[in-house]
C-alpha cells in the first residue's frame, strides 16, 4: 500500500494523472490507498468535448437504444462487482454496506433503463398530451414536445455513496442524452475511479457521454450555459455557497441540491416495552445507527420516544450496541466498519461534544469500544453514539 497508485481524471476521451498529490488514506488502517493527481484540467476542453463529442454520440442514439445500454452497463459492472467490493471495504464499509452501493448503483441503471423500455419512444421526441385550444373561436390550438435539453450535465456527489450515488444521477441524465461530468467527494474518489474505469472498459459507453474529475472543479461552473445543469449532492452550506456561483446565476441555470437531512423514528404513545412493535422500533433504530457506520443520508439520527418509555428505549437499544461488532470489514463477523474518511471522524468528534452540552450519553467509546483487526488503530472508527436530550426544546 505504501506505492498507492495516482488516481486518473477522464476528460477529453484520455485519463489524465501521472504524479501524485494528496493522499487518500484507508478509512480502516490509516495507510495510503491512492493519491490525486497534481496535473491541472482543462475545463473548456472538457466542455467542448462533451458538447461536441458526447451530444452527438447520445443523439445518434434515441431512448430506446439508451436504455437499452443503461441495461447492458448494469449488467457489466455486476459481473464485475468483486473488484468494486474490494476496493470500496476502505472506506471502512462492510460488504453489506458495499451492496447498497455496488448492487444498488448497478440496479439504479436497470430501473431507469425499464422505465425507456417501457415509457419513451423511439426517437429522440416525445409528445406529451392531447391539443389545446388557446382561443376563444379555436383558431389557435397548442400541444406539449419534449425534446433533449441539449446541454451538460455537471454532477458533484458525496463521499457515502461513491457508485451509487453516481449512477443515480449518470443514469437520468444519459436516458436524456445529456453527457456527464462527474465531481465525486476526493475521500473516496477511489471507488468512483474504479467504477469509471469498468464503465469505460465496458465499450458500453458513447464517447464524451461520461467525463470524470478527480480534485477540484476548479473554474469549470463559471464557464457553464444556459443549457447546461448543476446537481450536488453534501452539506447544506456548500451547496449554499455554490448556489449563488455569479455564472450559475447570470445564467439562470438550473441547480439541484440534496443537502443534509435530519430523519426520526417516532415512538407512538400506545405502544408499550412489551409490545411487538416497541422491539421492531428498537432494532429499526440500532440498524440505521449502524448500516454504513451511520452515514445514509436517509439514516435515522433522532429517536423521538414518549417520556414514560425513554428509559426503556436507552436500555433496550444500549444492549444491542453492546454485542455490535465492530472493525475491518475483512474481519469474519464485523457487523459495522469505520467512517469513510479521517476527517468525518473528526468532524463526527467536534459535533457529538455540541450536542453533549444540551444531552447526556447513554452509549458511546467508554462502552468497550474496540475495534477489531489489524491497524485499527489508525483507521477511522467511532463508536456507535447514543445520547439522550430530555429537554429537546431547550
Given at each position: 500500500?505504501?506505492?498507492?497508485?495516482?488516481?486518473?481524471?477522464?476528460?477529453?476521451?484520455?485519463?489524465?494523472?501521472?504524479?501524485?498529490?494528496?493522499?487518500?488514506?484507508?478509512?480502516?488502517?490509516?495507510?495510503?490507498?491512492?493519491?490525486?493527481?497534481?496535473?491541472?484540467?482543462?475545463?473548456?476542453?472538457?466542455?467542448?468535448?462533451?458538447?461536441?463529442?458526447?451530444?452527438?454520440?447520445?443523439?445518434?442514439?434515441?431512448?430506446?437504444?439508451?436504455?437499452?445500454?443503461?441495461?447492458?452497463?448494469?449488467?457489466?459492472?455486476?459481473?464485475?462487482?468483486?473488484?468494486?467490493?474490494?476496493?470500496?471495504?476502505?472506506?471502512?464499509?462492510?460488504?453489506?454496506?458495499?451492496?447498497?452501493?455496488?448492487?444498488?448503483?448497478?440496479?439504479?441503471?436497470?430501473?431507469?433503463?425499464?422505465?425507456?423500455?417501457?415509457?419513451?419512444?423511439?426517437?429522440?421526441?416525445?409528445?406529451e398530451?392531447?391539443?389545446?385550444?388557446?382561443?376563444?373561436?379555436?383558431?389557435?390550438?397548442?400541444?406539449?414536445?419534449?425534446?433533449?435539453?441539449?446541454?451538460?450535465?455537471?454532477h458533484?456527489?458525496?463521499?457515502?455513496?461513491?457508485?451509487?450515488?453516481?449512477?443515480?444521477?449518470?443514469?437520468?441524465?444519459?436516458?436524456?442524452?445529456?453527457?456527464?461530468?462527474?465531481?465525486?467527494?476526493?475521500?473516496?474518489?477511489?471507488?468512483?475511479?474504479?467504477?469509471?474505469?469498468?464503465?469505460?472498459?465496458?465499450?458500453?459507453?458513447?464517447?464524451?457521454?461520461?467525463?470524470?474529475?478527480?480534485?477540484?472543479?476548479?473554474?469549470?461552473?463559471?464557464?457553464?450555459?444556459?443549457?447546461?445543469?448543476?446537481?450536488?449532492?453534501?452539506?447544506?452550506?456548500?451547496?449554499?455557497?455554490?448556489?449563488?456561483?455569479?455564472?450559475?446565476?447570470?445564467?439562470?441555470?438550473?441547480?439541484?441540491?440534496?443537502?443534509?437531512?435530519?430523519?426520526?423514528?417516532?415512538?407512538?404513545?400506545?405502544?408499550?416495552?412489551?409490545?411487538?412493535?416497541?422491539?421492531?422500533?428498537?432494532?429499526?433504530?440500532?440498524?440505521?445507527?449502524?448500516?454504513k457506520?451511520?452515514q445514509?443520508?436517509?439514516?435515522?439520527?433522532?429517536?423521538?420516544?414518549?417520556?414514560q418509555?425513554?428509559?426503556?428505549?436507552?436500555?433496550?437499544?444500549?444492549?444491542?450496541l453492546?454485542?455490535?461488532?465492530?472493525?475491518?470489514?475483512?474481519?469474519?463477523?464485523?457487523?459495522?466498519?469505520?467512517?469513510?474518511?479521517?476527517?468525518?471522524?473528526?468532524?463526527?468528534?467536534?459535533?457529538?461534544?455540541?450536542l453533549l452540552?444540551?444531552?447526556?450519553?447513554?452509549?458511546?467509546?467508554?462502552?468497550?469500544?474496540?475495534?477489531?483487526?489489524?491497524?485499527?488503530?489508525?483507521?477511522?472508527?467511532?463508536?456507535?453514539?447514543?445520547l439522550?436530550?430530555?429537554?429537546?426544546?431547550?
Amino acid at each position: 500500500m505504501n506505492n498507492a497508485p495516482v488516481l486518473q481524471s477522464f476528460i477529453g476521451g484520455r485519463w489524465i494523472g501521472q504524479h501524485g498529490a494528496q493522499p487518500l488514506r484507508s478509512a480502516v488502517n490509516g495507510r495510503p490507498v491512492a493519491h490525486t493527481h497534481e496535473e491541472r484540467l482543462d475545463f473548456t476542453e472538457a466542455l467542448r468535448y462533451g458538447r461536441i463529442q458526447g451530444q452527438q454520440a447520445l443523439m445518434a442514439l434515441d431512448f430506446q437504444q439508451r436504455a437499452q445500454c443503461l441495461k447492458a452497463l448494469g449488467l457489466y459492472l455486476l459481473e464485475h462487482k468483486e473488484r468494486l467490493y474490494e476496493i470500496s471495504r476502505h472506506t471502512g464499509a462492510t460488504r453489506a454496506d458495499s451492496w447498497i452501493d455496488v448492487e444498488g448503483g448497478a440496479s439504479t441503471l436497470f430501473a431507469y433503463a425499464g422505465l425507456g423500455r417501457r415509457e419513451l419512444p423511439s426517437g429522440n421526441l416525445i409528445h406529451e398530451g392531447p391539443a389545446f385550444p388557446l382561443g376563444k373561436a379555436g383558431h389557435f390550438a397548442g400541444t406539449h414536445i419534449l425534446v433533449p435539453r441539449g446541454g451538460l450535465a455537471m454532477h458533484i456527489n458525496a463521499f457515502n455513496f461513491p457508485i451509487w450515488g453516481m449512477l443515480e444521477k449518470f443514469a437520468p441524465s444519459f436516458l436524456a442524452a445529456m453527457p456527464c461530468i462527474i465531481k465525486p467527494a476526493t475521500a473516496t474518489s477511489y471507488v468512483t475511479e474504479a467504477a469509471v474505469r469498468l464503465m469505460q472498459d465496458s465499450g458500453l459507453l458513447p464517447s464524451g457521454s461520461l467525463q470524470l474529475i478527480i480534485g477540484s472543479t476548479g473554474d469549470l461552473l463559471d464557464q457553464l450555459q444556459g443549457q447546461d445543469v448543476v446537481t450536488f449532492t453534501g452539506s447544506a452550506d456548500t451547496a449554499a455557497r455554490l448556489r449563488v456561483t455569479p455564472n450559475l446565476i447570470q445564467r439562470s441555470i438550473p441547480f439541484n441540491a440534496e443537502a443534509d437531512s435530519l430523519n426520526c423514528a417516532i415512538l407512538a404513545p400506545d405502544v408499550t416495552p412489551d409490545d411487538e412493535e416497541f422491539e421492531l422500533f428498537v432494532r429499526e433504530v440500532a440498524r440505521e445507527m449502524t448500516a454504513k457506520a451511520g452515514q445514509k443520508c436517509t439514516a435515522i439520527r433522532r429517536a423521538i420516544v414518549p417520556s414514560q418509555h425513554l428509559d426503556a428505549v436507552a436500555e433496550r437499544l444500549s444492549a444491542r450496541l453492546a454485542k455490535l461488532v465492530i472493525g475491518d470489514p475483512a474481519v469474519e463477523g464485523v457487523k459495522m466498519g469505520a467512517l469513510a474518511s479521517h476527517a468525518q471522524q473528526a468532524d463526527v468528534a467536534e459535533r457529538v461534544q455540541a450536542l453533549l452540552a444540551s444531552s447526556e450519553l447513554i452509549h458511546g467509546a467508554r462502552d468497550g469500544f474496540e475495534p477489531r483487526g489489524d491497524g485499527v488503530r489508525d483507521g477511522a472508527f467511532f463508536a456507535p453514539t447514543l445520547l439522550r436530550s430530555r429537554d429537546p426544546h431547550a
